[in-house]
């Protein structure tokens, strides 16, 4: 009687986790896909260009960058108008899924387009706070893949904004349901030396992807040459 009892409680154990595992992976499916500047839907490990959709002076694309006291790890900066800047990958925290959808965690990675001048990498994080200014900048050096508390800092989010195919980003991370975290938009700051991006209480900065033409594969390739 026991042994029949132990058993319904394993097979029990068993289907709830099998159960939970199955809805945390239809729930993050269902999620609407995000979309490229063509009307696309956005696939992991594509490389694509994140640009500002508020034209002008509003500046071009995301890049690395190298603050002169403290050059690495470098931070997530902005190129001027009509520079596109420097490619990145997406990453799901649901590696099953292929596609880059709405309010999911996310890891962002740029591909860089020369060698790499930091023994960092360069998946970014949120981190450098700021005490003069109380802000958390953007950075790298984050960690991809194995969602969790150890890397609730690399864990990103794209929400829709006003206008066609323009989206936010956000740093609002559920890998860990038990630990505390931030939530928040993420904005365009001067720092007064460049333009980069921390987190913010304001409606947040609005951005579209442009799919690249090569592979990461095709770029690195082109970087370690």
Request: proline residues 5%.
């Amino acid at each position: 009687m026991k042994t029949t009892i132990a058993s319904v409680l394993l097979l029990f154990i068993i289907f709830s986790v099998t159960l939970s595992s199955f809805l945390f992976g239809v729930a993050n499916a269902t999620n609407e896909p995000v979309l490229d500047s063509d009307g696309n839907e956005v696939q992991t490990g594509t490389p694509y260009f994140i640009v500002s959709s508020i034209r002008g002076a509003g500046g071009g694309g995301l890049a690395l960058g190298r603050p002169s006291g403290n050059p690495c790890p470098e931070v997530v900066t902005q190129r001027k108008s009509g520079d596109n800047g420097i490619p990145v990958i997406f990453s799901n925290s649901d590696f099953n899924d292929g596609i880059v959808r709405l309010s999911s965690d996310i890891n962002i990675e740029f591909i860089p387009l020369r060698p790499k001048l930091c023994r960092t990498t360069t998946v970014w994080k949120v981190d450098d706070y700021d005490h003069s200014a109380g802000k958390w900048w953007v950075v790298t050096n984050g960690v991809k893949g194995n969602p969790g508390a150890n890397t609730l800092t690399s864990w990103f989010r794209i929400e829709k904004a006003m206008g066609g195919h323009s989206y936010a980003l956000k740093y609002c991370p559920a890998v860990c349901g038990t630990c505390p975290a931030l939530c928040n938009e993420i904005e365009k700051d001067y720092d007064g030396e460049m333009d980069r991006f921390a987190l913010s209480t304001g409606p947040g900065w609005s951005f579209y992807f442009e799919k690249v033409k090569k592979s990461a594969t095709e770029i690195q390739q082109v970087v370690h040459i």
